[in-house]
């Protein structure tokens, strides 16, 4: 464990039987945490380091004590409201749908604190008319946090969420204090859990075939190892189709348990598949081997324990996962999906509001509109022809010669090399918009004499369509036929590279066709930032700015400091007349750029320094300052 600059030996000592115990990480603020450990010594009446380590070795309640001390309970009614609304709309009336107006649904919060978590589920429930029908469990590690939430008293603190005022209803004020109301209070089941212990789930605690776990700004707290055993077990707590919900701020389940994570445009969630379903994982997880799992193919639940769900060691999966054990579509409703015949089905806001827009949708159909004649920044419009979309260098199966450069817009982004696979530029050429010049955009595509390679990646290159397969998807974009094209290059395969290299060439043919392309290939792959990006800057080509937002925001989520990203980000939002959004966006990008070395090349911007892009983004956000001073519309 590492040591740090502790005040005294006994600190790192207790800390390290912590983590023996508990799973917790080694703090990032060793002062804190000394604070911490000495209010936690002081109540137990120990001033000894090694009497106090023996005292939360034997006694429970002092290590709950320490826990408190070590974690922070930071909670509100409410909080991440976007999850409440995806609930609403999207989870419940899937699970009524499917299991018809008798049946109960099981909800956890799995890290209660105080309590405001699971009283918000049950509020939620009560208000959508499941109140006779309804299981909420709560569970915490802090028998202190505990005895306040079935207390269920709360002050103005617990009220400061945006969806605060739905909780008002249930809450009876009493002096400088808000009483929860019998009702709510009833609705909930709180135990202890200490989370990193195996003694969950089972079916006596009622953590067990849930429909809804909420785990949210837990998992940050845990060492890798504790993290891989926890996604595990919630895995297995979940029921068919369940859904788990983490914090913004928790690290990525995917690779740590047969969990299919879903990008939304508020984040990620997960959802257990089908027993039988191939699962296959993303390439990005920080813990453990990656590789394809597969759910058991149990007919029933998972046995309490029973450490199914480990992390296979075939390389090379994606995030997504079409057929279930009977071959049959996964989906979840608003999302649409790809259907078994390869068509398909859904579209763009034909679900719910807050749907999710990751599982099997192709985000845009053939015929959606074709492009207008003014294109965007760095992209012509699609023109369905084979005749190279400019600002894309060529790529496979590209006829004749892009040049690297466009003329008479302001580019859009950058990119070209694969963000957190390697460091080098492609052989594509740099892109204008470090600059700000009125060039296209360039390196979309693999550098010259390497057909599908990604440059600088330091892994092996992506596979390469045959000429067979390029002359296919040639004959398929003639016909329209963008799945076939899609497929043919490569842009619905299971590694990320080749995925991501297919997209760029065939923006290279046809910039409406590669909209679809990047689509699915960011549907297989959603925690791969990079293809989030691209589809953000050909949306944006099409003079798609909404989607394009969207999109951006989602490569942002997955990777807040992709400079590129904000930078982008900032334009789209100029165009759509959100100046201060715009600007936001815009020192952000600054502000990243600066904190790296000036010469730092930056990840997808194809050999751009770091200097130059913060000077690009200065020089824009000065440009819609100056207006703004002097009492004039941008």
């Known amino acids: 464990m590492r040591q740090g600059p502790w005040s005294h030996e006994g600190y790192p000592a207790v800390l390290a039987l912590v983590e023996e115990r508990a799973g917790l990480a080694p703090p990032s603020c060793p002062a804190s945490a000394e604070e911490g450990i000495s209010r936690a010594m002081a109540r137990a009446g120990v001033s000894d380091f090694d009497e106090y380590r023996a005292r939360i070795t034997s006694d429970s309640a002092a290590m709950d004590d320490l826990l ?67 299981a909420v469990y709560a569970t915490d590690v802090s028998r202190a946090s505990l005895a306040r939430a079935r207390r269920g008293h709360y002050g103005e603190w617990s009220m400061r969420g945006p969806w605060a005022e739905r909780m008002r209803v249930h809450l ?8 929860l109301s019998p009702e709510v209070k009833q609705r909930v089941r709180f135990s202890y859990l200490n989370l990193a212990l195996d003694t969950w789930p089972s079916p006596d605690s009622g953590i067990w075939k849930l429909d809804v776990v909420f785990c949210r700004n837990v998992l940050i707290y845990f060492n890798g190892s504790t993290i891989e055993a926890v996604a595990r077990r919630l895995h297995a707590s979940l029921g068919e189709g369940g859904v788990l919900f983490t914090g913004p701020s928790d690290p990525p389940l995917g690779g740590l348990a047969p969990l299919e994570p879903v990008l939304t445009e508020w984040g990620v969630f997960y959802r257990r598949l089908p027993p039988g379903t191939t699962v296959a994982v993303p390439d990005a997880s920080p813990f453990g081997d990656r590789g394809r799992m597969t759910v058991p193919p149990s007919g029933g639940g998972h046995p309490a324990h029973s450490g199914e769900g ?23 409703p608003g999302g649409g999906a790809a259907s078994p015949s390869g068509g398909r089905a859904g579209a763009p806001g034909s679900g719910p509001s807050g749907a999710a827009t990751g599982i099997g949708t192709s985000g845009f159909a053939p015929g959606s509109g074709a492009a207008t004649g003014s294109g965007a920044p760095g992209f012509a419009p699609g023109s369905g022809t084979t005749t190279g979309t400019p600002g894309f260098p060529p790529g496979p199966g590209t006829s004749g010669t892009t040049p690297g450069r466009g003329s008479g817009s302001t580019s859009a982004g950058t990119a070209g090399t694969t963000h957190g696979r390697g460091t080098g530029p492609t052989s594509a050429g740099t892109a204008g918009a470090a600059h700000g010049s009125n060039v296209g955009v360039s390196g979309f595509a693999p550098g010259a004499g390497t057909p599908g390679a990604i440059q600088g990646t330091g892994s092996p290159s992506p596979r390469a369509p045959s000429p067979s397969e390029l002359s296919a998807a040639r004959r398929a974009l003639e016909r329209g036929d963008w799945r076939e094209a899609a497929l043919r290059m490569g842009a619905l395969d299971s590694d990320p590279d080749t995925a991501t290299a297919a997209v760029r060439a065939i923006a290279n043919l046809d910039a409406q066709a590669a909209v679809y392309a990047s689509a699915e290939a960011a549907s297989r792959h959603p925690l791969v930032p990079d293809l989030r990006y691209l589809e953000a800057l050909l949306l944006l080509g099409q003079g798609r700015l909404p989607d394009a937002e969207r999109s951006v925001r ?34 952000e990008a600054e502000a990243l750029c600066e904190a790296l070395p000036p ?9 751009e320094h770091a200097r130059d892009l913060a000077r690009a983004a200065r020089d824009e956000r000065i440009r819609l300052e100056n207006p703004l001073t002097e009492g004039k519309a941008p």
């Open 310 to 332: 480990g992390v296979g060691t075939a390389p090379g999966g994606s995030a997504r996962t079409e057929t279930g054990a009977s071959g049959s579509t996964t989906r979840f």
């Open 68 to 134: 408190t001390e070590l974690t922070i309970g930071e909670t509100y009614f409410f909080r991440t409201p976007e999850h409440f609304e995806f609930l609403r709309r999207v989870v419940l009336p899937a699970l009524r749908e499917r299991h018809g107006p008798d049946y109960t649904v099981k909800m956890w919060s799995a890290a209660c604190s105080s309590g405001e978590e699971p009283y918000s589920m049950a509020a939620l429930l009560m208000s959508e008319g499941w109140g006779e029908h309804m």
């Open 554 to 587: 989602q490569a942002l989520y997955l990777e807040p400091t992709l400079a590129v990203a904000w930078l982008v980000l900032g334009r789209v939002l100029r165009r759509l007349g959100d100046t201060p959004g715009a600007l936001k966006a815009l020192r």
């Open 599 to 607: 010469d730092a090349p930056l990840p997808l911007a194809e050999g």
């Open 172 to 179: 009876r004020p009493e002096g400088r204090q808000y009483v």
